[in-house]
């Protein structure tokens, strides 16, 4: 799996949109990018994934350049609740459940 | 709520001990996945079952087992227990057998603490 790079610490103001970058730059063709997060000592839980085009749900979006060697996960409104670490994963399709977590990006969401 | 329930939430043994942990996964997943937590070495990848085989191995002591039963519910057996395997340990599941365009989805977890 393609080695990922991220800030280790962010923070961002209630209300507004956080933006984490992802550096990705050996990501092969078959390559996903997996967004998850975890809230203090809880289970990581799943944001998004996207493989060429941006993608969006109820949680983020997540932009992926052109070139696929950054993305950027977006949360549009930033909560309290969303301080958490963030890890960006890149993983092949065939790959089994060897995700490998590096140490993410600890946002903090401040009032 | 993930789905994925994990049993029991807290275990404190002492070393030399064996104890065993319980996962249940999503309604409709086939895959089980087994992760270790330290304060020291972040999420490490444990390994995976597939509707029952084993499908992928991370870096699991010798002293550690996994099975996945018929109904899907897998147990992850540790065994000699050392101080050093004080951690959280995490399951999750997914639908399919390969990481790809299928998420994985953790349970909550047991934190275990050996004395």
Redesign the interface.
């Known amino acids: 799996d393609a080695k990922t790079t991220q800030p280790t610490s962010m923070d961002c103001a209630e209300g507004r949109a956080a933006n984490l970058p992802c550096n990705h730059s050996t990501i092969s063709g078959n390559e996903y990018v997996y967004w998850y997060r975890q809230i203090h000592s809880q289970g990581p839980q799943y944001i998004i994934h996207g493989l060429k085009n941006n993608e969006t749900n109820e949680m983020a979006s997540l932009i992926i350049t052109e070139d696929r060697k950054s993305s950027t996960l977006i949360l549009p409104h930033a909560t309290l609740r969303d301080t958490a670490v963030y890890y960006c994963i890149a993983t092949r399709y065939n790959q089994g459940g060897k995700l490998i977590f590096g140490q993410g990006t600890e946002l903090s969401v401040k009032p | 709520d993930?789905g994925?329930t994990q049993t029991p939430k807290h275990l404190i043994t002492a070393t030399g001990q064996r104890v065993t942990l319980r996962c249940s996964p999503r309604s409709g997943d086939l895959?089980v996945?087994w992760y270790q937590q330290s304060l020291d070495q972040?999420?490490q990848?444990l390994i995976?079952y597939y509707n029952g085989e084993e499908?992928?191995k991370?870096n699991i002591l010798e002293r550690f087992s996994a099975q996945q039963f018929p109904d899907l519910h897998s147990e992850l057996n540790l065994s000699s227990l050392e101080l050093g395997d004080s951690a959280?340990y995490?399951c999750?599941s997914?639908v399919g057998?390969?990481?790809?365009?299928s998420?994985?989805?953790?349970?909550?977890?047991t934190?275990l603490t050996v004395t």
């Open positions: 993930s994925v895959s996945y972040g999420l990848f995976q499908r992928a991370g959280l995490f999750a997914s057998a390969i990481q790809g365009n998420p994985l989805h953790f349970g909550n977890g934190r």
